[in-house]
């Protein structure tokens, strides 16, 4: 069956670190990889996504990259603020209805001053 | 802010009651889905639409309904609600830019706590 493994773990950084959190999958063939944020009581909000082809994504503070060989995206958070705290969740297409995309559980991060 | 609208945010309700969860957005997405979250848990798809009179089912098997009779809007229904349907509700619609599955706008989510 199709997984999404994130770390199940909170992520616990000081501020102005780096984050780094990992998306593994398993029986996906995956055109692209998406990042969601989740706060609290709130819907998932869409940061990055990154192709097949593409090692390597950028955006502000934010870096994805993608080894499909691996089965595996990392997600960067440089410079990390106390704002940046929330659930960080990492989606694939789901093959069997349309453009619905699968979730991780995701992992959760506080950035402590 | 995506122009994408839940209602309602909260709702306690009695073993039985019928409910509706209402899903609008103002982009002219064509396709919409509706997804089901526990705490700490990973969104699941229930119910899915590409388009007006066009609605599928999710992975998740949901003893809810959906109707799409314009592109805005997606109500999605309970005819009997259960204590085991008390969950948090995600509404969200996507636009495809020439490749599967772009990104998707979600709602605020309804959270249904059923006694």
């Known amino acids: 069956s199709q997984k999404i493994e994130q770390n199940s773990e909170a992520l616990n950084i000081q501020e102005g670190k780096t984050a780094t959190l990992t998306c593994n999958y398993t029986n996906y063939s995956p055109a692209y990889l998406q990042w969601y944020r989740q706060d609290p009581g709130r819907g998932p909000v869409f940061l990055l996504l990154?192709?097949?082809?593409?090692k390597e994504k950028r955006k502000e503070r934010l870096k994805v990259t993608f080894d499909t060989t691996l089965k595996q995206s990392l997600f960067h958070i440089t410079a990390s603020q106390p704002a940046d705290s929330a659930t960080y969740l990492c989606?694939?297409?789901?093959?069997?209805?349309?453009?619905?995309?699968?979730f991780g559980k995701g992992t959760s991060l506080l950035v402590t001053p | 802010e995506a122009d994408i609208y839940q209602t309602p945010r909260y709702l306690v309700i009695g073993t039985g009651k019928k409910i509706t969860l209402e899903c609008s957005q103002t982009m002219g997405h064509d396709k919409m889905y509706w997804y089901q979250q526990d705490p700490g848990m990973e969104l699941h798809l229930i119910h899915y639409s590409y388009g007006v009179n066009s609605t599928e089912k999710g992975d998740l098997s949901s003893e809810s309904t959906v109707s799409r009779i314009r592109t805005e809007h997606f109500p999605l229904t309970l005819e009997s609600a259960r204590p085991s349907h008390t969950s948090q509700y995600l509404c969200a619609s996507s636009e495809p830019k020439g490749y599967k599955g772009d990104e998707q706008f979600f709602g605020p989510g309804t959270r249904l706590t059923v006694l």
């Open positions: 989606a694939l297409h789901n093959s069997n209805s349309g453009y619905a995309l699968n």
């Open positions: 990154i192709r097949e082809n593409e």
